[in-house]
């Protein structure tokens, strides 16, 4: 029987399982195929929710969904956290004392943030990228009514690219539907020489920045957080003081990756961009946050990696040629406020084009999530 254990329980690891599932049917009925997935979790999170949540526009229970509920009955699932990848003897250890030996690895344990390696972030700020981080800021934002707001991406690369810039313009319009825009102040700092790593995507936001009066600073690489001054400090020689500091904080892959020997210094791995194998290893591959590519961290992403590295997988079981590709396709909304979104569609070699924000696309945004669990489960 050959057995194919998938490491992570988010969006890349469910979409892989289901995806395989649905090509390996038989196989797994007459059991010559396994297919497990470790996941440290019992629920899976939507987290492009959390930016709603911040807002108090859905509830935690929305964006969290059963992992069971999430898989092909077919799928085995185990939760439980793997402590430590052996590729040498094809084995993942888990923190429960079992290990599971594997013919094929998916490693699918994405990123996390890091707020505690910025110090005085933890004391002195805010950020939305985990689900206890939204729930404070949401709780912050409701009090807030006057004073500077900083959002402050702290390094490259994080989670969806484009949702600091997504936060910004919703705080415009959070504050306006409070009669309070006018005392509040409101500054985006980013920390390349544009407010986004995308030069077209850049021009048109910072026009709709200055458009709106919202201030952007760039080269701004925040080293040190002083929360009793409430001042960010930056590598660059400069002191910005807030009153309420939003962060992107620092990101990391998951520490088993850095357990096993298996990425870079940040916990990346670093995989072949368009087979999705993890560099060096033939039946090892990475999908979603986890790997280290020069693509979005994003769920869209995630979608259609997993695609690939489940028709690979599946082809080589049946003794078929490996043949699909990733090119880099990926695909993101960006919420200009709560009423109007754009959308941006790019790959390796074709960079992303701006629509004007429209009604029609943030409706399609909001369709979107209610309809993300379907994704998940492989049906859309
Ligand atoms: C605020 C916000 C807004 C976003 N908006 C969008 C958007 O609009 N569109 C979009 O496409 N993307 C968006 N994203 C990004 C998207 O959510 C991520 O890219 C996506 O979740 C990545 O999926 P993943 O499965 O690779 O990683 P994750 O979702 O991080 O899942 C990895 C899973 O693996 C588990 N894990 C890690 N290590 C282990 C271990 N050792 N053992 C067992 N389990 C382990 C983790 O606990 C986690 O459950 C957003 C993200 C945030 C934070």
């Given at each position: 029987?050959?057995?194919?254990?998938?490491v992570?329980?988010?969006?890349a690891?469910?979409?892989?399982?289901?995806y395989l599932?649905?090509?390996l049917r038989?196989?797994i009925?007459?059991?010559?195929?396994?297919?497990?997935?470790?996941?440290?979790?019992e629920k899976?999170?939507?987290?492009?929710?959390?930016l709603?949540?911040?807002?108090n526009?859905?509830?935690e229970n929305?964006i969290?969904?059963?992992?069971?509920?999430?898989?092909?009955?077919?799928?085995?699932?185990?939760?439980?956290?793997?402590t430590?990848?052996d590729t040498?003897?094809?084995r993942?250890e888990l923190?429960?004392?079992?290990?599971?030996d594997?013919?094929?690895l998916?490693?699918?344990?994405g990123s996390r943030?890091?707020?505690?390696?910025m110090?005085?972030?933890?004391?002195?700020?805010?950020?939305?990228?985990?689900?206890?981080?939204?729930?404070?800021?949401?709780d912050?934002?409701?009090?807030?009514?006057k004073g500077?707001?900083?959002?402050?991406?702290?390094?490259?690369?994080?989670?969806?690219p484009?949702?600091?810039i997504?936060?910004?313009?919703?705080l415009d319009?959070?504050f306006?539907?409070?009669?309070v825009?006018?005392?509040?102040e409101?500054?985006?700092?980013?920390p390349?020489?544009?407010i986004?790593t995308?030069e077209?995507?850049?021009?048109?936001v910072?026009?709709m920045?200055?458009?709106?009066n919202i201030?952007y600073?760039?080269f701004?690489n925040?080293?040190?957080i002083?929360?009793?001054?409430?001042?960010?400090v930056?590598?660059?020689?400069e002191?910005?003081?807030?009153?309420l500091?939003?962060?992107?904080p620092?990101?990391?892959?998951?520490?088993?990756?850095?357990?096993?020997?298996l990425?870079d210094?940040?916990?990346?791995?670093?995989?072949?961009?368009f087979?999705?194998?993890?560099?060096?290893?033939?039946?090892?591959?990475v999908v979603?946050?986890?790997?280290?590519?020069?693509v979005?961290?994003?769920?869209?992403?995630?979608?259609?990696e997993?695609?690939v590295?489940?028709e690979?997988i599946?082809a080589?079981?049946?003794?078929?040629?490996p043949?699909a590709?990733?090119f880099?396709?990926?695909?993101c909304?960006?919420?200009t406020g709560?009423?109007?979104?754009?959308?941006i569609?790019f790959?390796?070699?074709?960079?992303?084009?701006l629509?004007?924000?429209?009604?029609?696309?943030?409706?399609m945004?909001?369709?979107?999530?209610?309809?993300f669990?379907?994704?998940?489960?492989?049906?859309?």
């Amino acid at each position: 029987m050959k057995s194919i254990v998938i490491v992570g329980g988010g969006v890349a690891g469910t979409i892989t399982a289901n995806y395989l599932a649905m090509r390996l049917r038989e196989e797994i009925r007459e059991k010559r195929v396994s297919v497990t997935i470790v996941s440290d979790r019992e629920k899976q999170l939507y987290e492009p929710g959390l930016l709603y949540l911040a807002f108090n526009r859905v509830e935690e229970n929305d964006i969290l969904k059963d992992i069971r509920y999430l898989l092909d009955p077919q799928l085995e699932l185990k939760i439980a956290r793997a402590t430590r990848i052996d590729t040498e003897k094809s084995r993942v250890e888990l923190d429960t004392g079992e290990a599971l030996d594997y013919d094929y690895l998916v490693i699918a344990t994405g990123s996390r943030v890091v707020p505690e390696e910025m110090p005085g972030l933890v004391e002195g700020g805010h950020w939305f990228y985990n689900l206890d981080g939204a729930k404070r800021l949401r709780d912050e934002l409701a009090a807030f009514r006057k004073g500077k707001v900083v959002i402050s991406v702290m390094g490259i690369p994080h989670k969806c690219p484009v949702a600091p810039i997504e936060v910004t313009f919703m705080l415009d319009e959070f504050f306006k539907i409070h009669g309070v825009r006018k005392e509040v102040e409101l500054l985006y700092t980013y920390p390349i020489n544009r407010i986004f790593t995308m030069e077209t995507v850049s021009e048109l936001v910072q026009q709709m920045f200055e458009e709106r009066n919202i201030g952007y600073k760039t080269f701004f690489n925040p080293v040190e957080i002083d929360p009793e001054k409430k001042v960010i400090v930056t590598l660059e020689g400069e002191e910005e003081p807030y009153d309420l500091l939003i962060s992107i904080p620092p990101h990391r892959g998951s520490q088993v990756i850095i357990d096993s020997g298996l990425g870079d210094k940040e916990g990346w791995v670093p995989t072949d961009r368009f087979t999705l194998k993890a560099e060096g290893y033939e039946n090892v591959y990475v999908v979603g946050d986890a790997t280290n590519l020069p693509v979005s961290k994003a769920g869209s992403v995630a979608h259609f990696e997993a695609e690939v590295v489940a028709e690979n997988i599946a082809a080589e079981i049946k003794g078929l040629p490996p043949t699909a590709r990733y090119f880099g396709k990926a695909m993101c909304f960006i919420e200009t406020g709560f009423g109007e979104a754009t959308y941006i569609w790019f790959d390796y070699e074709t960079p992303p084009r701006l629509v004007k924000p429209n009604k029609f696309i943030h409706w399609m945004k909001l369709a979107y999530n209610r309809m993300f669990w379907l994704t998940a489960r492989g049906m859309l």
